[in-house]
């Protein structure tokens, strides 16, 4: 599976956006990239996914660069909700699409 | 719909041991997934079934470890013979068939915290 690389932490105030990095450079063009996150005490949250194109959803936007081997995830109005382990994951649209998951990025909103 | 469930909670077993840990996916979810995640790091893939059938099992489910998904509506997995080692969260998640091409987002239970002493 294609590894990805992400800060250990990051720290962001209460109603402002956050942009959080991640980096591929081994990254296929059959992996889609996958952003979860995991709030304390609970299971993994999808947060979005895509493939080439810039994505927006309720949640997040995700900003794919162009030669897709980085991209951030943009969460554009942090609340102390979001205070979470984010990661970024690519997963091939193969058989089992399992996710396999780093570290993470460990995000804390300052009120 | 209230998404995936998994049952109990907390499990405290004393070592040798058997357990036995459930997840209800969501209902229209053919495809389930068990993962494993200790403290300060992410969830570790141990097994995946589509429908009935389980299709991929990680290198990181021993013997002892067993999963079924029988009528392929909820699973369960076992662990025998218990081991300080086997103490972790156990994650379940179920995701649709593919719709949209290379849609498969994982819809994840609150798992299952085993602690064995």
């Known amino acids: 599976d294609a590894k990805t690389t992400q800060p250990n932490s990051m720290e962001s105030n209460e109603e402002e956006p956050v942009h959080l990095p991640c980096n591929h450079s081994?990254?296929?063009?059959?992996?889609?990239i996958h952003w979860y996150r995991q709030l304390p005490s609970q299971g993994p949250e999808y947060v979005i996914h895509?493939?080439?194109s810039n994505v927006n959803n309720r949640m997040a936007s995700l900003a794919i660069a162009e030669d897709r081997k980085s991209s951030t995830l943009i969460l554009h109005r942090a609340t102390l909700r979001d205070a979470a382990v984010y990661y970024c994951i690519l997963a091939d649209t193969g058989a089992n699409s399992k996710l396999t998951f780093g570290k993470g990025i460990t995000l804390s909103v300052r009120p | 719909d209230t998404g995936v469930s998994q049952d109990p909670r907390h499990k405290i077993t004393k070592r040798g041991q058997n357990v036995t840990f459930r997840c209800d996916p969501i209902?229209?979810?053919?495809?389930l997934y068990w993962y494993r995640q200790t403290l300060g790091q992410g969830p570790e893939f141990l097994t995946y079934f589509q429908n009935e059938a389980q299709l991929e099992k990680s290198r990181l489910l021993s013997d002892r470890f067993s999963a079924e998904r029988p009528k392929g509506s909820f699973s369960t997995l076992e662990i025998q013979r218990t081991e300080q080692g086997d103490s972790a969260m156990y994650l379940c998640?179920?995701?649709?068939?593919?719709?949209?091409?290379?849609?498969?987002?994982?819809?994840f239970g609150p798992g299952t915290r085993l602690t064995v002493t």
């Open positions: 998640a179920s995701s649709p068939t593919l719709g949209r091409e290379g849609s498969y987002e994982q819809y």
């Open positions: 209902s229209e979810h053919n495809r």
């Open positions: 081994t990254i296929s063009g059959t992996d889609y």
């Open positions: 895509g493939l080439t």
